[in-house]
């Protein structure tokens, strides 16, 4: 099985650890703690605006109707615009306290035992907003009547629970407060990026801006659509539902603009004129808004219509569009794509759900879901921007690795130049009195004692040392073939084989050869024997017990490669780096002049040469040359 690459395996965590939000999530909407739930309460619906709490107290309870905790909140009658709810209270020890889930409308007075003891006077209207009633400590049990008004809906809903203030608090505070602190680490996070997207290139810029705005939206409608708020900014609903608006309407188009970039603009542009129309959509309600503001808010009907039930049918669609064109891309192996799914599917399927069972429910469900959604969605999208960053800086690294290679293939052609160029001026000059001097000494061997001839011979011999020497020189400085013709690959390779199977054999070792017939490429073949010479008696010498030497070679489309494999010593990577310099020599009384040869000689023939090795593992010289092609 593959591993992943650490990049790949780092958004993996990433991505789990944002999903592991959800339960957070969980823990903070289920945490019941031990507070008593109140079962039922009285409703009754209040058609004279002016009944006082005395008046309220002493109605029969007949007139009461009953409505069940978690149920949906009764319509009222027409011509009604307030009403009384009344809620048995049990025992509660210390400080006891009443939590309300939703609360609708924008007044609510609550009374025990007769006397005010709440009273919404100067604060924000309620569009299910929880609300918090603190009990002094004698109201520990009784009846709890709360006066409720509204101009458009109004009532409660959901769940009310009695205990101690304290802990009622807590659990109000973690359950919203949340939603605040969620929304500001997204604008933070997106004015930081946005920041950072001025020191990068142009082609990144894009991206990153539309990447912006999606997280700058998400905070924003995090903080305006919080029930918290109400705690903090008193009144000024109407402000908050314009820069919810404004940010609903970035979002849109922001996520399309992104998705595009990413992805391109999809078949047939379908993803592009998308988000054309979404763009021209935002536009419309923007100045929908601004004509309502200047009429004094006449067009709420139109404006909320457009806003409310069109841009989230608009919203559905798109997240749905959206859902199946990544998907798509991901099963074509798209790793950004995969990314995106899997942040976008989280997001999709809270956000799908939680608004059809908010148009389900009469626009009185409170979203709640969607927010944990967003954060593994906007997670991934930041691992999206982050893979192409880390693509670049790997572009950037690779193309320093090749300037690096390359200048150091320059500094060695200029080293090979200049030896070339002292070669061929010196060699010629030398070979003509080494040949004279040891002619001489023949002469005078012929002539001397027997001890005499002994010097003579070691005298003779290391001139042809030198003489050999020499014609390596020559040989490296003029690697060109003087005379080029097409010749067998594998006539030459057994000749070569043939010559060196004794010197294997005095190694302790052997010589295996695989070679295709009707190999052929262009060169000198005296040129392409000593190449090979060279390499296989490094092979030899390297050999240790039983010794072996595997010369292979075949032909790829038109390349002729040719493979000399041993079990000897091997190399380190060190010593593998400087093959074929000058001088550089692994063996005691070598003169790094073979292998040298042996790399012009290849690269005259428009070949190209690879050591691969392993210290203690043997190594392999591979060898590419162009095949003749017989037109």
């Known amino acids: 099985m593959k591993l992943p690459s650490t990049q790949t395996a780092a958004v993996i965590i990433m991505l789990l650890l944002a999903i592991a939000l959800i339960p957070v999530g969980i823990a903070m909407e289920w945490d019941k703690h031990e507070e008593v739930t109140i079962p039922a309460w009285g409703l009754k619906w209040d058609k004279a605006a002016g009944t006082t709490i005395e008046e309220a107290a002493v109605w029969p309870s007949g007139e009461w109707a009953m409505v069940e905790a978690g149920s949906t909140r009764p319509d009222s009658p027409a011509g009604t615009s307030a009403a009384w709810l009344r809620l048995a209270l049990p025992s509660t020890r210390g400080n006891p306290a009443v939590l309300i889930d939703k609360v609708y409308g924008d007044g609510l007075k609550a009374y025990m035992n007769n006397r005010l003891v709440y009273d919404s006077t100067g604060d924000p209207d309620y569009s299910g907003s929880k609300v918090l009633i603190p009990l002094s400590g004698q109201d520990t049990a009784g009846e709890l009547y709360l006066w409720n008004r509204g101009v458009n809906e109004f009532g409660i809903e959901g769940e009310v629970k009695v205990g101690s203030y304290n802990r009622l608090l807590s659990y109000y505070v973690k359950q919203d407060l949340a939603d605040l602190i969620l929304g500001a680490a997204m604008i933070f996070m997106g004015g930081a990026l946005l920041v950072c997207l001025f020191f990068m290139r142009p082609s990144m810029f894009s991206g990153g801006l539309y990447l912006v705005l999606v997280i700058l939206s998400f905070g924003v409608l995090l903080i305006t659509y919080s029930p918290y708020l109400n705690l903090i900014v008193s009144g000024r609903e109407r402000l908050r539902e314009i820069i919810f608006d404004l940010a609903l309407f970035t979002l849109l188009p922001s996520i399309l603009f992104y998705f595009e970039h990413v992805f391109g603009p999809g078949w047939r542009r379908l993803t592009a004129r998308i988000r054309i129309f979404l763009l021209l959509v935002s536009f419309l309600c923007l100045g929908l808004m601004l004509l309502n503001a200047a009429l004094s808010f006449r067009l709420?009907?139109?404006?909320?219509?457009?806003?409310?039930?069109?841009?989230?049918?608009?919203?559905?669609?798109?997240?749905?569009?959206?859902?199946?064109?990544?998907?798509?891309?991901?099963?074509?192996?798209?790793?950004?794509?995969?990314?995106?799914?899997?942040?976008?599917?989280?997001?999709?399927?809270?956000?799908?759900?939680?608004?059809?069972?908010?148009?389900?429910?009469?626009?009185?469900?409170?979203?709640?879901?969607?927010?944990?959604?967003?954060?593994?969605?906007?997670?991934?999208?930041?691992?999206?921007?982050?893979?192409?960053?880390?693509?670049?800086?790997?572009?950037?690294?690779?193309?320093?690795?090749?300037?690096?290679?390359?200048?150091?293939?320059?500094?060695?052609?200029?080293?090979?130049?200049?030896?070339?160029?002292?070669?061929?001026?010196?060699?010629?000059?030398?070979?003509?009195?080494?040949?004279?001097?040891?002619?001489?000494?023949?002469?005078?061997?012929?002539?001397?004692?027997?001890?005499?001839?002994?010097?003579?011979?070691?005298?003779?011999?290391?001139?042809?040392?030198?003489?050999?020497?020499?014609?390596?020189?020559?040989?490296?400085?003029?690697?060109?073939?003087?005379?080029?013709?097409?010749?067998?690959?594998?006539?030459?390779?057994?000749?070569?084989?043939g010559i060196l199977v004794p010197l294997a054999n005095l190694q302790g070792g052997s010589i295996e050869l695989r070679v295709q017939e009707s190999l052929q490429v262009t060169g000198s073949p005296a040129k392409f024997k000593q190449a090979f010479i060279n390499l296989i008696k490094n092979s030899i010498e390297s050999l240790q017990e039983e010794g072996r030497i595997v010369i292979t070679a075949w032909r790829t489309g038109d390349t002729v490669i040719i493979s000399v494999k041993d079990n000897g010593e091997g190399m380190k990577v060190s010593e593998l780096a400087r093959l074929g310099e000058p001088y550089y020599s692994n063996k005691t009384k070598g003169t790094g002049l073979g292998l040298m040869v042996t790399f012009r000689i290849i690269e005259a023939m428009g070949g190209a040469i690879e050591f691969q090795s392993r210290k203690g593992e043997g190594t392999e010289v591979i060898v590419k040359l162009p095949a003749f092609v017989n037109n």
């Open 300 to 497: 709420d009907a139109l404006y909320s219509f457009l806003t409310v039930d069109v841009i989230g049918v608009l919203i559905i669609g798109v997240l749905m569009y959206l859902l199946f064109l990544s998907l798509a891309y991901t099963r074509k192996g798209n790793p950004d794509a995969t990314m995106f799914s899997i942040g976008f599917s989280v997001f999709a399927l809270l956000s799908v759900s939680e608004m059809v069972r908010y148009y389900l429910s009469g626009e009185r469900y409170h979203l709640y879901w969607w927010k944990w959604g967003m954060v593994v969605f906007v997670m991934s999208l930041i691992v999206i921007l982050g893979r192409r960053f880390a693509s670049n800086h790997n572009k950037v690294v690779e193309y320093s690795r090749e300037l690096e290679l390359f200048n150091n293939d320059l500094q060695r052609s200029d080293k090979m130049e200049i030896i070339s160029e002292l070669a061929a001026s010196v060699a010629h000059e030398v070979r003509n009195p080494l040949q004279v001097t040891r002619g001489f000494l023949q002469i005078l061997g012929e002539r001397s004692g027997s001890k005499e001839k002994d010097y003579l011979r070691m005298a003779m011999e290391e001139l042809d040392r030198a003489s050999v020497i020499i014609t390596d020189f020559l040989t490296f400085a003029k690697p060109g073939v003087d005379t080029v013709e097409v010749f067998g690959v594998s006539a030459e390779l057994k000749h070569v084989s």
